[in-house]
């Protein structure tokens, strides 16, 4: 057992035993979050299948779409107050091949927004002759974590220390047409550009 495993383990029997209230509502329903944003504008609101919303567990969820000049972009917020009860984000990473998307590309990518270099993940799926690119990160108290074993430390570190542990996941998803990644990508990070200063601002400081 490594020793960051093995610190983990032991921080996170003192969160789990922790009986702070910690659940932190957001400052207004994500119903009410920007329909404008810079050059990407809302085009649909989209409706989460009770399904997953009985298996996210999540305190407020966001499915949108919205178009600019770059293309259209999803966008898929799922915010917990708390994950002291068992509630927590799922790794699209998991639920990606879950839903029958198979990645054929992974990995990290740096997007430079609201002034800051944020990193995010970058997934490449496909089912059948749908192929989409998957952008994702874990926000909570101003951090950006791509990391799920880092995002597992985070919450733990800030249980203890700042007495919360809500979180949130944030999903882009971008359709590639005929094959053209590079121009999903573009579509993408100018989407996270302008997406990520407004879920920022949004969230529990």
Known sequence: MGVATLVLLVQAGVFYSASHGDALPLPAPLAAFPANLGSFQLAREGAVEPETI???????????????????????????????????????????????????????????AGGEMIHVNRYLVSRGDETSLVLYWYQTSGRVVADEFAAKFYLISDSITKHRSNTSLVRVVVPVSGGRVAEADKTATAFVSEVYPAVRAFLPK
Do not use: M
């Not at 999803?74 to 639920?95: D, E, I, M, W």
């Open 54 to 112: 009985a298996i996210l567990r999540a305190d407020d969820l966001l499915l949108r779409w919205y178009s600019g000049p770059q293309g259209a972009a999803n966008l898929f917020v799922a915010y917990f107050q708390t994950q002291r009860t068992g509630q927590s984000p799922h790794s699209p990473k998991n639920c990606l091949p879950g839903d029958g998307y198979q990645p054929s590309e992974s990995g990290e990518v740096a997007i430079e």
